[in-house]
């Protein structure tokens, strides 16, 4: 499935973005991206990419100009991800999209992409009759702009951990599909 997006702002020229299942052919630019906004996710192998995108639910880039600029990874419950903080949704939620990460381009971001991905995400949501969206932003140190974001989207906090050897906070938040 593909689909192309409109930035909705209208004072700059309009942009298309295309949303297309990634394969491995993307590894290399997902990864690039990844180590260019390390400081707000947690580093990524090409190994942990690979073995991501085998449990992931959806694993999807977003092209323009047949550059990547951005993409996202999720994952339903029950799978044997060993991240901290997906166990911690598992422990508490039976059913779930867990969003491992999105990543934007710097020179993407402020463009309205994240907006659509997120509107992509809650759709996917709704057509799979999965109630619950779970996300984590660091608190420690603070991700302003992702903790504003995601409260405009409707997360909510439902919890708080410790990670990266208690160097790191993480807010746990939750979102209510209907």
């Known amino acids: 499935m593909s689909q192309i997006l409109k930035k909705p702002t209208k004072q700059q020229d309009p942009m298309d973005f295309s949303i297309i299942d990634a394969n491995a052919s993307h590894h290399e630019e997902?990864?690039?991206?990844?180590?260019?906004?390390?400081?707000?996710l947690s580093p990524?192998?090409?190994?942990?990419?690979?073995?991501?995108?085998?449990?992931?639910?959806?694993?999807k880039?977003?092209?323009?100009?047949?550059?990547?600029?951005?993409?996202?990874?999720?994952?339903?419950?029950?799978?044997?991800?060993k991240s901290v903080n997906y166990r911690w949704f598992s422990q508490r939620y039976p059913t779930f999209l867990y969003i491992d990460r999105i990543v934007i381009s710097q020179e993407m971001h402020g463009k309205g992409l994240g907006k659509a991905l997120y509107q992509y995400l809650f759709a996917y949501a709704r057509e799979k009759g999965i109630t619950k969206i779970a996300a984590e932003i660091y608190s420690q140190p603070p991700n302003m702009v992702s903790l504003k974001f995601h409260k405009a989207t409707g997360f909510v906090e439902v919890g708080r951990q410790m990670t990266a050897d208690s160097t790191k906070e993480v807010s746990m938040q939750l979102k209510e599909i209907q």
């Open 30 to 40: 997902v990864l690039a991206l990844n180590e260019n906004l390390v400081h707000y």
């Open 44 to 59: 990524l192998s090409l190994k942990e990419l690979q073995s991501l995108a085998d449990q992931s639910d959806l694993f």
């Open 61 to 81: 880039v977003v092209v323009q100009n047949g550059k990547v600029v951005g993409f996202f990874i999720s994952l339903r419950e029950g799978q044997p991800y």
